[in-house]
C-alpha cells in the first residue's frame, strides 16, 4: 500500500539535475478537504524543505485566514518536489517526470477539492495528468474561481484553478480576485456531492 513515507522515498532516489536541491514534499494534514497545489519550490521552501513559506506562502497563508479555511485542514504541495536553478519555471520534462508522484499523493488524501495554484498545476491536473494535453487547456486567467471536475483512478474529484498567490505580490490589483476565489473554494466545500 501506498503511503506519503514510500513516496518521499521514492523522491529521494531521484538522481536528476534537480534533485540537487533539498526535497521539499508537503505540509499539511493527511486528512485534509482541500489540496492546494502549486509548481515548484523557490528558496526558502527549498532552504525550509516545506512549501510556501516564503513570501507566496505567507500571501497564501493570510488569504486563507480571510477566506476562514484553517491551514491546518489543508494539504499543500507542489508538481515539482525540487527547486528549479534560478527559480524558473519547470520545464515540460521536470512536470512530466514529477507529475506520477503528485498523483500518487492526490490518492493517499483524496480530497474533497484539489485547489490548483497558477498555471502549471492546473494544466496537468486538468489534462488528468497527461502532459502532451497541457497546451490545450486555457491559461490561469479564463479558469480561475471556475469548478471542474476530473477523474483521477477512479475517484471524482472538484478541481478549482486560483491565482497563484505570487501573482498577489507583483500585481496586488489580485488580491481581492485571489480572496474572492478562495471563497468560492470554501463554498464548494460545503457542497456534498462532487456531480
Not at 521552501?45 to 497564501?60: I, M, N, T, Y
Not at 515540460?92 to 484539489?114: F, G, H, M, S, V
Amino acid at each position: 500500500m501506498d503511503s506519503l513515507k514510500k513516496i518521499r522515498e521514492d523522491l529521494l532516489k531521484i538522481n536528476d539535475d534537480l534533485s540537487k536541491a533539498n526535497l521539499v514534499m508537503s505540509r499539511g494534514s493527511e486528512d485534509a478537504k482541500i489540496m492546494f497545489i502549486g509548481e515548484a519550490p523557490g528558496r526558502e521552501e527549498d532552504e525550509q524543505g516545506l512549501p510556501f513559506v516564503g513570501r507566496a506562502g505567507k500571501q497564501l497563508s493570510l488569504f486563507l485566514k480571510k477566506a476562514g479555511i484553517k491551514e491546518d485542514d489543508v494539504y499543500i504541495t507542489n508538481i515539482v518536489k525540487y527547486r528549479p536553478p534560478n527559480n524558473r519555471d519547470p520545464t515540460k520534462q521536470e512536470i512530466t517526470r514529477y507529475a506520477p508522484y503528485l498523483k500518487r499523493q492526490i490518492n493517499i488524501i483524496k480530497p474533497d477539492i484539489i485547489c490548483t495554484l497558477g498555471n502549471h498545476s492546473t494544466k496537468i491536473v486538468l489534462t488528468n495528468f497527461v502532459p502532451e494535453d497541457i497546451d490545450k487547456i486555457k491559461g490561469i486567467s479564463q479558469l480561475r474561481g471556475k469548478v471542474s471536475y476530473v477523474k483521477i483512478d477512479g475517484f471524482n474529484y472538484k478541481v478549482i484553478p486560483v491565482y497563484h498567490p505570487a501573482a498577489t505580490l507583483y500585481n496586488r490589483a489580485l488580491e481581492s480576485v485571489f480572496e474572492n476565489d478562495l471563497k468560492i473554494v470554501k463554498e464548494e466545500l460545503k457542497q456534498k456531492s462532487l456531480f
